[in-house]
């Protein structure tokens, strides 16, 4: 075991990721990150710079694209669609609905 | 470690072609993605078919999976020969798996030779109460990480980290850790560390976003006749004054006593008005009284 370290981190969305940074994290090329954004699934084309949930996303699309050959405009459309079950769920949870 | 069955995560056998692998794999996916499935261990159970696929679905990890398995039942304990990995060479195999597991115990003695690469980052989430988001607080993770011991060799080991945790954080924001990655090779960089914040369920409390929900039980007369109630939130007691005529499911909003967010968030109290139990004369002769007095017939309202 490794001696007990205190580390303290940043949260990526006070301090973005750049492009490089982004593509590192996915273990992707850098060209990836590009296509995909001008595509316009992912980050904001304005200023390359990422947050966690551009992190987050990109992860997933990736997995879909690489599990299931999709092409980058139906891996995005899924996980839109994903992301409203989960956005209604919270909502319904946070509300004290239960779904069942 | 224990051998792992990765044929039979996937329901599939030991010939299966790549293409059965794959169609196995997707399958299996659909059915326990967390997004859809019912079933209680979802997640776990998607960790585990995503494991077994990130090596069946590798021609070159697959082969090397194979020339190690044979003979060997899931659950049974399990050595590779030292010298096994030889023609293979995976490096940063990455997840915490079973796989990456074994790896690691082989050794990379491939790896030396003036080969410079950084360390891979590493993705893992970071489980927190609430109370942690209002104050920042210190939490520790722990992860398996290949350890180097000397050149070419390399075991999996704990590492323990204590993570200071911000005040003000909200679910699914992450945090980068610099250099708390995977070591990097021949002299290079370690990689980064990358923690998701997910919160615990707390029996009183529900987060969405940086805003707080939480249920308040009211009596029928402080909801109808309006009046001051103590409430516990996350940030201590409050005072809250509850308006004449509400009634259950009304939400009051106190403004920027969500999670401190750099946007603070708004905490919500959704009133829940609990009826006494007409359990004893008096006051069954009070809901009598009532019935009788105020005429009142919320289906004609």
């Known amino acids: 075991m490794f001696a007990n370290q205190i580390v303290t981190g940043v949260l990526i969305d006070e301090v973005a990721l750049d492009m490089d940074e982004l593509a590192r994290a996915c273990q992707v090329e850098p060209d990836w990150v590009v296509r995909h954004v001008q595509a316009g699934v992912l980050g904001d084309t304005a200023a390359l710079r990422f947050r966690s949930t551009d992190l987050a996303r990109a992860r997933r699309l990736l997995e879909l694209e690489r599990h299931f050959d999709a092409d980058e405009e139906l891996a995005a459309l899924v996980i839109d669609l994903a992301d409203e079950v989960r956005r209604l769920r919270a909502r319904l949870h946070a509300l004290g609905i239960r779904d069942t | ?301």
């Open chain 2, 1 to 301: 470690m224990e051998y792992k069955d990765y044929y039979a995560t996937l329901g599939i056998d030991r010939g299966a072609t790549a293409d059965d692998i794959k169609k196995a794999y997707r399958k299996m996916v659909r059915k326990y993605h967390p997004d859809v499935s019912k079933h209680k261990d979802a997640d776990a159970k998607t960790k585990e078919i995503n494991e077994a696929y990130d090596v069946l679905g590798d021609l070159e990890k697959r082969a090397a999976y194979d020339a190690l398995g044979r003979g060997h039942h899931a659950g049974e304990q399990f050595h590779p020969p030292p010298d096994w990995s030889e023609h293979f060479d995976f490096g940063g195999a990455g997840a915490d798996d079973f796989f990456a597991d074994l790896f690691a115990q082989a050794g990379r003695s491939r790896r030396g030779g003036g080969f410079q690469m950084r360390g891979d980052d590493i993705h893992a989430a970071i489980t927190i109460d609430l109370a942690d988001a209002y104050r920042g607080a210190t939490r520790t993770v722990s992860l398996r990480v290949p350890k180097a011991e000397g050149p070419g060799r390399a075991t999996m080991q704990e590492k323990t980290l204590s993570v200071n945790i911000p005040r003000g954080v909200t679910p699914g924001q992450q945090l980068r850790l610099a250099g708390q990655g995977h070591e990097g090779h021949g002299g290079a960089g370690p990689g980064d560390l990358y923690l998701e914040i997910q919160f615990a369920p707390d029996p009183r409390y529900r987060i969405e976003g940086s805003h707080v929900y939480e249920n308040v039980p009211v009596t029928p007369w402080e909801a109808a006749l309006g009046g001051s109630v103590a409430v516990p939130t996350p940030s201590g007691t409050v005072e809250v004054t509850i308006p004449s005529g509400s009634q259950s499911g009304r939400k009051l909003r106190l403004k920027g006593k969500g999670i401190p967010a750099a946007t603070p968030g708004d905490l919500y109290l959704i009133l829940d008005v609990v009826l006494p139990p007409a359990n004893s004369d008096k006051a069954r002769a009070i809901y009598q009284a009532m019935a009788r007095d105020l005429a009142f017939n919320p289906r004609t309202a």
